[in-house]
Nanobody, 126 residues
Framework: QVQVVESGGGLVQAGGSLRLSCAVS????????LAWFRQGPGKAREFVAA???????NYVDSVKGRFTISRDNAENKVYLQMNGLEPEDSAVYYC????????????????????WGQGTQVTVSS
């Protein structure tokens, strides 16, 4: 009954910006950490950013200073603002909800997240 739906992907030139959004329904939204992962062609799925139930954040080093994760508990949504996009950022981006309540942004492994969206494609041209 839990559903996660991402949107906002697309094609953008290097240096441009995109804002991804993720809507979560079917569980106590404000009690779980949320995260964004991505998977590029021929690559393993990797952690990008997470936000804990209290709002603390965590990022992979390659996106620090460029990406910002945020959440709106009233709307049951999580966002990923991506600025200064690079071709290396091209990937399918997935939104995920942690499998445990009161989870924090320190969770960076795919196995720690139970509910996943279908993904949204981000393509950055050089």
């Amino acid at each position: 009954q839990v559903q996660v739906v991402e949107s906002g992907g697309g094609l953008v030139q290097a240096g441009g910006s995109l804002r991804l959004s993720c809507a979560v329904s079917g569980r106590n939204f404000d009690s779980y950490a949320l995260a964004w992962f991505r998977q590029g062609p021929g690559k393993a799925r990797e952690f990008v950013a997470a936000i804990g139930w209290r709002g603390t954040t965590n990022y992979v080093d390659s996106v620090k200073g460029r990406f910002t994760i945020s959440r709106d508990n009233a709307e049951n949504k999580v966002y990923l603002q991506m600025n200064g996009l690079e071709p290396e950022d091209s990937a399918v981006y997935y939104c995920a909800s942690h499998r445990a309540r009161w989870s924090t942004a320190q969770a960076r492994e795919t196995g720690e997240y139970a509910i996943w969206g279908q993904g949204t494609q981000v393509t950055v041209s050089s």
